[in-house]
């Protein structure tokens, strides 16, 4: 028998208006975006559906709208009837987001160790120093070889193996751009240089470990009700100290989503439904494996037919 799982979307599936249809037809939304709201301090609903683009687009600000944007989505899918899946696993940021849907944890202290997550990102690296960059058309051990080429003292890492072919770089702004330029040169599809200035999921981010984690140990954890294959270490984890540890490593380790698609495959996994704004990750698991399903649940349509098929 197939198994169904759901997986949520992190930062760049952000976009002024998101889930803008939903709300208008499931109150869940706008009462899941005020409860984030007032963990917050800040109201998510005017930022989430008005902007300005370029504040949904600060780290700090991205992270709690994003995870806000991922839940309201869940809630609206059970809502309607969509059952509990078999596993649930997130990239990076919406691994938060899974952790809530298992009820690990909740979603007002979620909201605020995103919050302070984004700050402690943010503050690790001084504006314009760091840099990320998708190469597609390589392979990852191609990718590898060019991070491990850059010149001295370079700092430059496979952050995201998003799917076959398609690898994102982090590291110093300097470093990306020689990675960037070898790629070029080895015959890579094309190069792109990501509008974000925080380098994550590289060793740049170390800085912001210890913040992370002194606010990981201020909220409860419980063991999760559900499956959630993490980002490090592609397990699931119950202890919620072991929870704690893979959240904090989660900021300097690459996401291996090639990896998590196929871990769950291995788990009889045939149909992911991608709980957030946004159809990225629809987009990647087509990339990994075309056998698969791929649904997203971003409108009021897709959701039903999600829940109905």
Not at 291 to 305: D, M, V, Y
Request: glycine share 10%.
């Amino acid at each position: 028998m197939s198994q169904v799982a759901l997986v949520f979307p992190g930062q760049g599936s952000q976009s002024v208006g998101m889930l803008k249809a939903l709300a208008d037809e499931f109150e869940t939304v706008a009462a899941t975006l005020d409860e984030a709201s007032e963990a917050l301090g800040r109201d998510l609903r005017v930022l989430i559906f008005e902007g300005p683009e370029a504040e949904l687009n600060q780290t700090r600000w991205t992270q709690p709208a994003l995870l806000a944007a991922d839940v309201a989505v869940w809630r609206c899918y059970r809502e309607i009837g969509g059952e509990l899946p078999s596993a649930m696993a997130g990239h990076s940021l919406g691994e938060y987001a899974a952790l809530v849907a298992a009820e690990a944890m909740s979603l007002g202290d979620a909201i605020r160790v995103v919050a302070r997550r984004g700050e402690l990102m943010q503050a690790a690296v001084a504006e314009g120093e760091g840099a990320m960059a998708a190469i597609l058309g390589l392979d990852d051990d191609a990718v590898r070889a060019l991070c491990e080429g850059v010149g001295l003292g370079g700092v430059a890492v496979p952050a995201n193996f998003n799917a076959p072919g398609q690898v994102v770089v982090a590291g110093l702004a300097r470093s990306v751009e020689e990675v960037m330029e070898a790629a070029r040169k080895q015959g890579a599809k094309r190069v792109l240089r990501l509008p974000v200035s925080v380098p994550a999921h590289s060793p740049l981010m170390a800085p912001a470990q210890d913040g992370l984690r002194a606010v990981l140990e201020q909220v409860e954890l419980r063991v999760p009700q559900s499956l959630v294959l993490h980002n490090v270490g592609l397990e699931p984890r119950r202890d919620p100290e072991s929870i704690r540890a893979a959240l904090v490593e989660q900021l300097v380790a690459p996401v291996p989503w090639t990896e998590t698609v196929r871990a769950l495959s291995l788990w009889r996994v045939t149909r992911f439904l991608e709980c957030g704004p946004g159809r990225v990750l629809c987009g990647l698991g087509k990339r990994i494996d075309r056998s698969l399903e791929w649904l997203p649940l971003e409108t009021p349509e897709a959701l039903r037919a999600a829940v109905s098929g």
